[in-house]
């Protein structure tokens, strides 16, 4: 599963890049289902973007709640144990994927901090982000064992 607004495209992009086309070609090649799972109020847009990369979506998922999120997981006849969400807001993305039991990715947005609601959201972020950023690098040094 992977958000849409600044983790794939920035909000009012309409239509995927190559870069994020070729993602997408790589995980379905290498048999992973790829689903957007968006907050996004704009059915339009979501399905128009969706429909150019061939995959499904859900649109208007209330995230972090786990309804939207468990549906979309079903829809792959999968199990928590086996889906992961990608995306880019800890308060949404990840704290959904974790209510869930999914694995969680967070990634840098694509939008950087390009606005004040940005900057704050990700300013309020900070110290999850640095924790995590410490933990992996801890792990990366063999000083840590990851469970």
């Known amino acids: 599963l992977c958000d849409l607004d600044n983790t794939l495209a920035l909000h009012e992009t309409v239509r995927p890049t190559d870069a994020v086309r070729a993602w997408v070609k790589e995980l379905?090649?290498?048999g992973i289902q790829v689903m957007i799972v968006s907050n996004n109020r704009?059915?339009?847009?979501?399905e128009a973007y969706c429909g150019d990369l061939g995959i499904p979506y859900v649109g208007h998922a209330?995230?972090?709640?786990?309804?939207?999120l468990l549906e979309a997981m079903r829809q792959f006849d999968a199990v928590?144990?086996?889906?992961a969400l990608v995306g880019d807001q800890i308060f949404t993305d990840v704290r959904g994927a974790r209510r869930c039991g999914f694995q969680s990715f967070c990634v840098?947005?694509?939008?950087?901090?390009?606005?004040?609601?940005?900057?704050t959201a990700y300013w309020l972020q900070n110290p999850f982000r640095i924790t995590a950023r410490r933990r992996r690098k801890r792990e990366k040094a063999g000083k840590c064992r990851v469970q």
């Open 42 to 46: 704009s059915p339009a847009r979501v």
């Open 108 to 119: 840098e947005p694509v939008c950087g901090r390009d606005s004040l609601w940005h900057w």
């Open 80 to 83: 928590p144990e086996t889906t």
């Open 28 to 30: 379905t090649e290498a």
């Open 62 to 68: 209330g995230k972090p709640k786990r309804g939207r």
